[in-house]
T-cell receptor
């Protein structure tokens, strides 16, 4: 089966850098997803990693280590609008996604 | 190109009533997934459907819940005899054939059972 673990809450200051960690255990590996979800809204896709290493996309970067079952999402130059939940997910069988409980990030001025 | 459309956005039902949640996938998408999100919790997979077929319903409660995706029209998630514990946000996602992880989520239906 799959198991995903990520911190429940984090806080950071506007302009800072924050790293949100995710550890996972899966019976097979088909990549790892990060989604952003603002309160009361739909999750929106941020990144998909299937190979080890860091992938950068503007202010957001995502890292994967398959041997360690570990990923992180790095947010730079934090803005108030980055206050949201960040969801780590891995594919299960039959194409469904298994989500962690999400990390609620609060950015303070 | 409209995104995944869910309606209603908000639904209030009394205990014992039926709730019907609708999801129209993006144009060209033939795979539909339903997820439930309880307050302060992550998204939990419920069911995966293709047109006229249920592919995986391993996340569906055994009773009172059913889902369909007919040849014509939206996918429907139906909850019979709702209870307070059914209060949650229900999200639908769709993906195109051959890109099963290329999910696009709808804005969700927030069900409140009073």
């Amino acid at each position: 089966g799959q198991n995903i673990d990520q911190p429940t809450e984090m806080t950071a200051t506007e302009g800072a850098i924050v790293q949100i960690n995710c550890t996972y255990q899966t019976s097979g590996f088909n990549g790892l997803f990060w989604y952003q979800q603002h309160a009361g809204e739909a999750p929106t896709f941020l990144s998909y990693n299937v190979l080890d290493g860091l992938e950068e996309k503007g202010r957001f970067s995502s890292f994967l280590s398959r041997s360690k079952g570990y990923s992180y999402l790095l947010l730079k130059e934090l803005q108030m609008k980055d206050s949201a939940s960040y969801l780590c997910a891995v594919p299960g069988n039959t194409d469904k996604l298994i989500f962690g409980t999400g990390t609620r990030l609060q950015v303070f001025p | 190109n409209a995104g995944v459309m869910q309606n209603p956005r908000h639904l209030v039902r009394r205990r014992g009533q039926e709730a019907r949640l609708r999801c129209s996938p993006m144009k060209g998408h033939s795979h539909v997934y339903w997820y439930r999100q309880l307050p302060e919790e992550g998204l939990k997979f419920m069911v995966y459907l293709q047109k006229e077929n249920i592919i995986d319903e391993s996340g569906m409660p055994k009773e009172r819940f059913s889902a369909e995706f007919p040849k014509e029209g939206p996918s429907i998630l139906r909850i019979q005899q709702v209870v307070r514990g059914d209060s949650a946000a229900y999200f639908c996602a769709s993906s195109p054939p051959g890109q099963s992880y290329g999910y696009t989520f709808g804005s969700g239906t927030r069900l409140t059972v009073v």
